[in-house]
């Protein structure tokens, strides 16, 4: 697809509509635990501040149903904005009415201002057309760097930036990295192709898993989604998680697999436990069954050899998902020796894109940073994008 980006744009002393997707984790006090969102809007941010426009930053942060409420504030993204970007950061009470107006007015070239969470209105999710209108406030130009909310078409995503004619719309410098590292595993991929895929559940990849065996070489799958693939094999699970209603809807992937001849790789030892509890004794299962009364919470020694294998050989990985409970020490391990199998592909020249939350915590947790080609910051966005979906926000940025 084809799309503006804001070297495209004359922003000098235009007002600028900037959806941005600070929607972090707040800790006590409510401090931002992880302000990577934060950081991978900056450089959109500095760049239309230095080019001298005058930039409204639009926000959600988490998921408010009744109204305005303390603990959803925008202040302390405004204040980790602030330190990023030495320079003040207004954060505003509200997204609009008068005194937002009046502050919008007041701005100066250069000027960075943050309106309040955008979720405080219904009219947000519901894409409400007035509401955008408000929103706009008159901004003549609209800058989408909020690859994480890409998949909602709410008013701030789609609503503004229909709003205004195609060429005043721009993807910014982080929408733009997300694109781009997502084309690149459409077109010309390098192969062998390999994906890596954990978590819980089954119902929230199976789509990804239907999408990636179109295009992959090898699928690996851990963590517990993997136990309805072994189930649907006839496999012991123990007391593993199942999703037993989508027993064959993994059936038939495993199946397309086989038609296809693309290697799925199930794990063939686990370290398990007889309870769901970071002080569970880990108990090490050499063999692809589990006994009754345990469950499986991490991969063992010989799946993660076998995964190694694969990613070493790859030339492009997608990862997305842990492969054990990571959380918890006695569980992590699994999820450890891949993510830095991944990165050292990386470094051995494999394009690797990694996306979702967990994955990212999981890099974090284990000080992998900067070791992918593209570490995602949407989760969502980043599978829903990886199923094929258009995703709305991105489809306005759209030009022929
Ligand atoms: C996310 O974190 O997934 C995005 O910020 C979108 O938030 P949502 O899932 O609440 O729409
Ligand atoms: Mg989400």
């Known amino acids: 697809m084809r799309f503006q980006t804001i070297a495209d744009l004359d922003v000098s002393g235009k007002r600028v509509f900037v959806r941005v997707d600070f929607n972090v984790p707040l800790g006590a006090e409510r401090r931002v635990v992880d302000d990577t969102r934060i950081r991978a809007a900056v450089p ?16 959600h942060l988490g998921r408010p149903k009744k109204g305005p409420s303390d603990e959803l504030r925008l202040k302390p993204c405004a204040a980790r904005l602030a330190e990023l970007l030495k320079r003040p950061v207004a954060a505003l009470d509200e997204c609009v009415g008068p005194a937002v107006d009046a502050a919008l007015a007041a701005m100066k070239s250069g000027d960075v201002v943050l309106l309040e969470n ?13 509401f955008a209108a408000k929103l706009r406030n008159g901004a003549e130009l609209y800058v989408n760097d909020a690859f994480g909310t890409a998949h909602r ?69 851990g963590g517990g989604m993997a136990f309805t693939f072994l189930a649907a094999q006839g496999r012991r699970i123990g007391r593993s998680l199942c999703e037993k209603e989508k027993l064959a809807v993994a059936s038939a992937a495993l199946a397309k697999a086989a038609a296809r001849k693309v290697r799925l790789l199930l794990p063939v030892d686990h370290v398990a436990a007889a309870s769901f509890e970071a002080t569970a004794a880990p108990q090490p299962i050499d063999g692809v069954d589990l006994p009754d009364g345990v469950l499986g919470l991490d991969v063992g020694p010989k799946t993660i050899a076998l995964f190694r294998n694969e990613i070493a050989a790859a030339k492009t990985v997608v990862w997305n998902g842990p492969l054990g409970v990571f959380e918890w020490p006695a569980f992590a391990r699994g999820s450890k020796e891949i993510a830095e199998a991944i990165a050292s592909t990386t470094k051995s020249g494999a394009a690797t894109v990694v996306g979702g939350g967990d994955s990212v915590a999981v890099i974090e947790q284990f000080g992998l940073q900067g070791r992918f080609t593209h570490v995602s910051t949407g989760g969502g966005a980043f599978l829903e994008a990886l199923e094929g979906k258009t995703l709305p926000g991105v489809a306005v940025l759209e030009i022929s």
């Open 44 to 59: 959109t941010i500095e760049e239309l501040s230095r080019r001298g426009a005058r930039v409204v930053l639009v926000s």
């Open 118 to 130: 955008v979720r405080f209105h219904p009219e947000e999710e519901a894409g409400d057309a007035a």
């Open 153 to 221: 078409a709410h008013a701030s995503v789609t609503g503004v930036a229909s709003l205004l004619p195609h060429e005043a719309r721009a993807a910014g410098r982080l929408m733009e990295a997300e694109l781009r590292a997502l084309a690149r595993l459409r077109a010309d991929v390098k192969r062998p192709f390999v994906a890596v895929l954990g978590g819980a559940k089954v119902s929230d990849k199976i789509e990804v898993v239907d999408q990636l065996l179109d295009q992959v070489d090898a699928l690996l799958i």
